[in-house]
């Protein structure tokens, strides 16, 4: 499982437990840093010290490639279009939910088909005016 932030992060490695490997990414390496103390006083401190869980300062745009393909990838700040390097990164069979819009975002789920080309199956929510995503920050 991959996913962009802390608390999200912290939720998923607990459902996931010993049978799996949960990726944070995260590109302010303070906020990596705080996120990684907060963890430690948490019930996923176990799971981050047997390797269940990491977390790395990167681009979320470019995910975490060395530990794909990933079986569900959820996002936590909006983009102006899906990320193709996401994309190469999903299982066949995997999901990934992410905002998606500039002025009007949609939260998306795709679910990759079982097969080795990128096709996908799509679900949009639009968001209310009342509740929006960040947009994804560029690079440092």
């Known amino acids: 499982m991959f996913v962009i932030n802390f608390k999200r992060t912290v939720l998923v490695v607990l459902q996931v437990g010993e049978t799996g ?3 944070g990414v995260e590109h302010i390496s303070e906020l990596v840093e705080r996120s990684i103390d907060a963890i430690k ?3 996923a401190a176990a799971l981050m ?9 990167a681009d979320g745009k470019l995910g975490w490639e ?3 393909p990933y079986d569900a990838i959820h996002v936590g ?3 102006a279009e899906l990320p193709e390097a996401l994309v190469r990164q999903l299982k ?5 939910v992410i905002p998606v819009g500039t002025n009007s975002q949609v ?3 795709f679910l990759r088909k079982q097969s080795t080309s990128p096709q996908f199956h799509t679900f949009s929510w639009p968001l209310s005016k ?3 995503f960040v947009d994804y920050c560029r690079s440092l």
Do not use: D, N, Q
Not at 49 to 57: I, R, S
């Open 92 to 96: 066949p069979g995997g999901r990934m």
């Open 21 to 23: 490997h949960t990726v």
């Open 41 to 43: 006083m948490t019930p």
């Open 130 to 132: 009342r509740f929006e």
């Open 49 to 57: 010290e047997k390797g269940h869980l990491v977390v790395h300062v």
């Open 107 to 109: 939260i998306t789920s």
């Open 66 to 68: 060395e530990c794909g």
């Open 77 to 79: 700040a909006a983009a």
